[in-house]
């Protein structure tokens, strides 16, 4: 095949020819730590905590792999230069980790895979979503239907390039309200993660739409993507699907990144 030729299969993280993951880098990525997906700490089994839960909320997350070394590369190699296979690598790699009794808690609730979209010019630009070929290889090896059901209406920016800064009456806000420079570069850092966060807020906001409603309508859904960052995305998602009846909501996300 052209593409194996332009981009021969190597081990994401030793390089070692004819596997994307060999047995020895596979052992040795290390897991994310489970956090409820709603305020970010630590949560077992990724389970949202009671506090934290809301009608339109995300009811729990799977994050597999912790986001860096071999790992990171393996997700830039997912979205650049694609070759199927290397998808249900990932699939493969991945429902090793998940614990048992996740796997029979999606089962027996017969839950149904849906991916994270890509706007449709950017889909088309790479020629496939990597969430979606994911997702039906998770489909595939959980037992589960895959159902395609969100598209997204809104070309937003990558969230995590979003940039913010203090507007100089801010800063002069925080100046006259603190005395110390350590005060104040603290009071800086918390304003701008605020604006950060509402900003990324008001980008994600409205970006999907939900196609087949009875394929959602009362239904269990796991929604699936290549990393978990900020969460702003599948939150959304999240929000989307309840809205039009989901009654409850999973994440799944091949790695986590960020705290
Ligand atoms: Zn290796
Ligand atoms: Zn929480």
Redesign the pocket.
Known sequence: MLLEFLFPKT??????LG?Y??P???QRFSLASPICPMCGSGSIGGITHVRCRRPLGIDGLVALFAYRE?IQVAVKRLKYRFVREMGEAFVDLAHKRIESSVVSYFQRDSFRVVPVPLFRTRERRRGYNQAAVLGEFFALRLGLDFAPVLARVKNTQALAELQVRLSSNEEKAIEEKYLSLAQRRVAQWKLLAEKKSRLRADEIRGAFKVSEKFKVQNAKLLLVDDVWTSGGTMLECAKTLKRTGASRVWGLAFSRGGR
């Open positions: 081990c994401v993280g030793c390089g070692k596997v993951f060999c020895s880098c596979s071999g």
